[in-house]
């Protein structure tokens, strides 16, 4: 199962999708470089055969449930680092698009964890140094053993620190990492295991395929500075715009003060350190509280030892009469909407 | 199915979880093809617009904070007017949404647990923030889900990849892709006829074990390596010489522009003005 939108922030869904661009890019010119846009049609094939592949299930020796094949590794293994994550690409955003598999903003993320961790980091940096040269039937069991846990677990932390960043699911850190690893340290000696075999099986049959991609020559490093250009892009990008539908409302953290103390901020005390302190901060914060500075600095003194004024509404509205308004609007409007759609559906039906 | 019924349990329930699995989801991709070849206004469209129109759609749901309800719910305006415009079946829509449910509803459940300070009174009953965030994060999932299904519905893969293309994905990547789809049907039969012989010839849980699976999926993999070759064998015979082109253009016509100007400006409105506590208070005023 793959990251849904519904748990993601627009923040981390498009930085997310600015690494996954700027790799999907830079894999194309590289394919480019090297002439290898002759694979297209193997690619193009061999991700549909990962597809029809993940649907063979087996049972696990120990358990009796079953299980199924991830698929990054042995792509990795066949075409190399940079077709494997196109490909990869390409299946995750069918399951994207056709089986509403992982959500389309979320799509860049999970082609992050599931592609780029198995074909950039686990394939060139363990298996290629374990079994790559010279395969063995006990090499290529503890290559890829080793890099499908690696890659598996890198994907479950990447999953768990986006969810966390986004803020919506309220499953803390430690929790979530602590169910998410242990279950995909299952599932990646699973894919290695299942991994094993298919290479294994290749190797005694035509080991010629393996020697394909490991004649294909050296890995160029990644360019990271594109990769971290187009995150400053989007960061400033989600906190110019995105930043105008960021609440007014006091944060989380100031409004749990004010639920649990009647007030938003801690009241500084009037004269040491800290006053001074917050003086000189009061004289250089160019945009206090996120906002444009008032003009006349007098007021903002004033306003310091003022608490917070009642104008400003506790979020959210607690009062019980926005929420029954909340919920009759939103009644009415599910309606509205349901009557609009029946009038398109009829007016074209006409045309 | 005669065997089914002396057959112990664990066969027969993987039998039934997978098997059909396979070849529902041929179908499924069959079906969708019908759709995309419909010939509504909304498939006439760009699909760049299209493509471009539900991103800002899934970007602008997804903007709301946490515990955003009421004002997520206009928002439901765009895949119905795409679903009755498009003339696209509700049922099946529903049926596809609830297939992907499960696993943020599993994650979404945990809310309730960690959040329990009570954000709102519905008379005498309190509810907590957890059940309202967990409420927002089921109508995010349905909003975001049902966009991505219905945008694919009425612009089929081809277009898809166009619009890929020219927003500037890499061409191995859109023609790869293109591919991927093609052969999927091929390649899922296959695999789909693999799994019936090996149930048809297996008994309890022997059979289906590891090795066999190791052998299986070699084996396809070696078939699909070959018709790899003979493909590209074909295309270079037709000649393809590694570049590959595209030739029928796409035309932005006034009809994309005001479909995509006209949606920016309702999501703009819909996410900054809460309308549905606007007709809320209207409505609750009305009545004595």
Not at chain 1, 102 to 118: H, Q, R, V, W, Y
Request: charged share 15%; aromatic share 10%.
């Amino acid at each position: 199962m793959h990251m849904a939108d519904a748990l993601i922030s627009p923040a981390v869904g498009g930085t997310m999708w600015a690494a996954t661009a700027a790799l999907t890019v830079y894999s194309g010119k590289k394919l480019r470089e090297r002439m290898d846009e002759q694979k297209v049609p193997l690619m193009g094939v061999l991700g549909a055969f990962i597809f029809a592949a993940q649907m063979i299930n087996f049972t696990i020796p120990a358990t009796g449930s079953s299980g199924h094949l991830g698929g990054g590794m042995i792509l990795a293994i066949l075409l190399g680092p940079h077709a494997a994550f196109l490909t990869m690409a390409s299946v995750l955003t069918v399951q994207a698009l056709f089986f509403a598999d992982g959500g389309l903003l979320a799509l860049g993320c999970n082609i992050f964890n599931l592609g780029f961790f198995p074909c950039f980091i686990a394939y060139p940096l363990i298996y290629k140094k374990i079994a790559g040269d010279r395969p063995t039937p006990r090499r290529i069991l503890l290559g890829a053993m080793a890099a499908g846990i690696l890659a598996l677990e890198m994907g479950a932390f990447g999953v768990v620190l986006e969810t966390t960043f986004s803020g919506i699911s309220d499953l803390p850190f430690l929790t979530f990492t602590l169910i998410m690893l242990p279950i995909h340290l299952a599932i990646g000696i699973v894919e290695g295991l299942v991994t094993t075999a298919v290479v294994t099986y290749v190797w005694k049959a035509r080991p010629e395929v393996l020697e394909r991609v490991t004649t294909s020559g050296s890995l160029a490093p990644l360019p990271m500075k594109n990769v971290l250009a187009g995150l400053l892009v989007v960061t400033v990008i989600t906190g110019g715009a995105l930043s105008w539908f960021a609440s007014a409302h006091p944060d989380g953290l100031e409004w749990s003060m004010f639920r649990t103390s009647g007030k938003e901020e801690l009241k500084t005390p009037d004269t040491g350190p800290y006053f001074l302190l917050g003086q000189l901060q009061d004289k250089t914060a160019i945009l206090p509280d996120y906002g444009f500075r008032s003009p006349e600095g007098a007021e903002s003194e004033q306003k310091e030892q003022e608490e917070p004024p009642s104008s400003e509404e506790p979020w959210p509205a607690v009062s019980a009469g926005t929420s029954v308004s909340g919920l009759v609007g939103a009644l009415v409007t599910m309606l509205l909407a349901g009557l609009i759609g029946l009038a398109l559906r009829r007016y074209h039906r006409r045309v | 199915m005669g065997n089914r019924r002396h057959a112990p349990l664990a066969p027969v329930v993987l039998d039934q979880v997978f098997m059909p699995k396979i070849e529902s989801s041929l179908f499924d991709l069959s079906y969708f093809d019908t759709l995309s070849g419909l010939d509504t206004p909304i498939h006439r469209l760009d699909p760049r617009v299209k493509v471009v129109t539900t991103m800002l759609f899934i970007v602008a749901v997804m903007s709301f904070d946490k515990y955003e309800t009421s004002g997520l719910v206009p928002f439901v305006l765009y895949p119905v007017a795409l679903l009755a415009v498009g003339n696209l079946p509700l049922g099946y829509l529903l049926s596809k949404v609830l297939l992907a449910a499960p696993f943020v509803f599993f994650v979404g459940i945990f809310n309730p647990f960690f959040d329990r300070a009570i954000l709102v009174h519905l008379g005498p009953v309190g509810i907590s923030g957890g059940w309202i965030s967990f409420a927002s994060i089921l109508i995010r999932f349905i909003l975001t889900v049902s966009a991505a299904l219905l945008l694919v519905a009425s612009t089929g893969i081809h277009g898809v990849c166009q619009a890929l293309d020219k927003l500037g994905f890499p061409r191995s990547f859109t023609v790869q892709l293109l591919f991927l789809y093609r052969y999927l049907f091929v390649l899922v039969d296959e695999a789909s006829r693999m799994t019936r012989a090996r149930a048809l010839r297996s008994f309890g849980t022997r059979g289906t074990g590891l090795q066999v699976v190791g052998h299986m999926i070699g084996q396809l993999l070696l078939r699909t390596l070959d018709r790899a070759q003979r493909i590209h064998a074909a295309m270079l015979c037709r000649g393809f010489d590694g570049e590959i082109r595209q030739f029928r253009p796409l035309k932005i016509r006034s009809g994309d522009i005001l479909f995509a100007v006209g949606w920016l400006a309702a999501f703009l409105f819909m996410r900054i003005y809460d309308v549905p506590q606007w007709l809320g208070k209207l409505a609750t005023g009305l009545v004595p």
